[in-house]
């Protein structure tokens, strides 16, 4: 009787493993129509996947997969929710190509390539490339262009567009015509283990952008572009960076923050464990004059800097040329964001311009709580430092800047005030 029972047990568990296991359902793009040989339109047979993969019903969760050793071209689309599911796992091992023509966005939104919006509980993996073949973009760009028909809005790759509780992980990013991913009114979003890369000389391809969004993580990335590494925008808060490497580019920044004079929401932004490599500027605070709001609550720590142009910089007088309005009567603005409680910690390496540390804070509004504690920066010459005492030439510069020093600090700032 004990040997019955004990087989019957043994056969109700493995019932129990074998429905389990069916909860999950594949569907694979090859299925809806994708040909994948990197000529073909395979948009509407991605989207097909995806209506059947987000409308499942009677399962947990579903892979939808794009299969290795092939090229999809796909056009600008969208992959909506909500879904029915509670997890979708979209699984990229092949590569996804963008159409190289620019007229392809003629007539819909030329701000984005591929997207989701209004996803929960969605997983974006793989070993697979996401190629934007930006090429085209940027050679008229309005940051390499002068002529009137210069681009001004180019596709980001990816974006996520209120979506919540979601990864994306293990993936490669190329030559996005602008922004590699983009994270827009979402939450609870973990981003680890992506490789990045575009041309230092590529305009506008940051690598990862936040936007209005709130308990963002990023970590164990490589990133390599012609604009910021990671840029922080408006409206965010709980905010984590950490063991990043940035090079070539622009750096990690808050902001630019509070273009055309709106009102500025930041707080509780934590970025640790980042090795920049000649970057123009390694940890930056960028806001535009004339704005009003805070950036406080704000932590770098445990930096290190190779051949920087600008270490750690705050710049209260933001503008580019693609601002409409006067760079230089923005200047006087009486208003101006409140940037405060800012921590700079442990941070080391080698500056390629003699002004290491410029805090160069709006003259309306200080910036306020500011702490430098451990901070050794020396010059550096190309990729070497020729001297062992050029750090005794790097300097600071700071403008109406207050806060206090800990620790060693190289260079010197006198130039900083007693808050």
């Known amino acids: 009787m004990g040997i019955l029972a004990l087989i019957l047990v043994t056969l109700s568990c493995s019932n129990v493993i074998v429905l389990s296991r069916s909860f999950v359902k594949e569907i694979n793009v090859l299925n809806y129509g994708a040909v994948g040989d990197g000529y073909t339109d395979d948009s509407q047979a991605f989207l097909k996947a995806w209506d059947v993969t987000c409308n499942l019903e009677f399962a947990e969760s579903a892979n939808m997969i794009i299969p290795g050793e092939r090229r999809f071209l796909v056009n600008p689309i969208t992959f909506n929710g909500p879904c029915k599911l509670s997890r979708i796992n979209v699984q990229i091992l092949g590569t996804i190509l963008s159409p190289q023509d620019t007229e392809t966005w003629d007539g819909i939104d030329s701000s984005q390539w591929l997207a989701f919006r209004r996803v929960t509980g969605l997983i974006v993996d793989g070993y697979g490339t996401i190629d934007g073949r930006g090429t085209n973009w940027w050679s008229n760009s309005c940051r390499n262009s002068h002529s009137k028909d210069c681009t001004k809005m180019a596709p980001t790759a990816i974006k996520f567009i209120f979506c919540s509780n979601s990864y994306i992980k293990d993936l490669h990013f190329i030559d996005s015509a602008n922004t590699h991913i983009g994270i827009r009114q979402s939450e609870w979003f973990h981003i680890t283990n ?226």
Do not use: M
């Open 194 to 419: 992506l490789k990045i890369s575009a041309p230092e000389t590529s305009p506008n391809t940051d690598g990862i952008h936040i936007d209005r969004s709130k308990h963002v993580f990023i970590d164990r990335s490589s990133i390599r572009s012609g604009d910021d590494c990671i840029s922080i925008g408006d409206h965010t808060s709980d905010i984590r960076i950490t063991n990043i490497n940035c090079g070539p580019g622009h750096g990690i920044s808050v902001g630019s923050l509070g273009k055309g004079g709106s009102y500025v929401q930041v707080e509780n932004i934590r970025v640790s464990h980042v090795n920049f490599y000649q970057t123009t500027n390694g940890v930056r605070i960028k806001t535009w004059k004339g704005a009003t709001g805070y950036a406080r609550d704000i932590t770098f720590e445990h930096l290190n800097f190779t051949a920087v142009q600008n270490p750690i910089v705050i710049d209260q007088y933001y503008c580019n040329k693609l601002y409409l309005g006067n760079c230089n009567s923005a200047e006087r603005s009486a208003t101006g964001v409140h940037i405060s409680d800012v921590t700079y910690k442990n941070a080391t390496g080698t500056s390629s311009t003699s002004v290491a540390i410029r805090l160069n804070c709006s003259q309306s509004t200080a910036c306020t709580g500011i702490l430098l504690d451990t901070i050794q920066l020396s010059l550096t010459s190309g990729r070497h430092t020729t001297h062992k005492h050029w750090h005794e030439r790097v300097t600071s510069s700071c403008t109406n800047a207050r806060g206090k020093t800990k620790g060693l600090i190289q260079p010197n700032i006198p130039c900083l005030l007693q808050n």
